[in-house]
Nanobody, 121 residues
Framework: QVQLVESGGGLVQPGGSLRLSCAAS????????MGWYRQAPGKQRELVAT???????NYAESVKGRFTISRDNAKNTVSLQMNSLSPEDTAVYYC???????????????WGRGTQVTVSS
């Protein structure tokens, strides 16, 4: 089965940095867009950043200039470097990818289980 597994969450002080990583595994033919979403308590899940296979990126206005998304197409991984973190960034962060499986003509959306990021002093 195709899986997305996140790592790198944790507790950090305001102004600090964290790096999240996500690895896709399983019978993968190709991966189109990969990205990160987040969901804070009592709020809807929201887009943080996305990156397509060619490298074009898209960011939420709230994280522009602070977060950087990158991917390694050879390793099927996507990372999110988060700098200048604030308490408003506290949320569960989810990895997302649009993946075409081996022997399939369809592209399906996959989600990781999420990793908690807490920004607090």
């Amino acid at each position: 089965q195709v899986q997305l597994v996140e790592s790198g969450g944790g507790l950090v002080q305001p102004g600090g940095s964290l790096r999240l990583s996500c690895a896709a595994s399983g019978p993968i033919f190709s991966i189109n867009a990969m990205g990160w979403y987040r969901q804070a308590p009592g709020k809807q899940r929201e887009l943080v950043a996305t990156i397509i296979s060619g490298g074009t990126t898209n960011y939420a206005e709230s994280v522009k200039g602070r977060f950087t998304i990158s991917r390694d197409n050879a390793k099927n991984t996507v990372s999110l470097q988060m700098n200048s973190l604030s308490p408003e960034d506290t949320a569960v962060y989810y990895c997302n990818a649009n993946i075409r499986r081996l022997y399939s003509i369809f592209v399906n959306e996959y989600w990781g289980r999420g990793t908690q990021v807490t920004v607090s002093s």
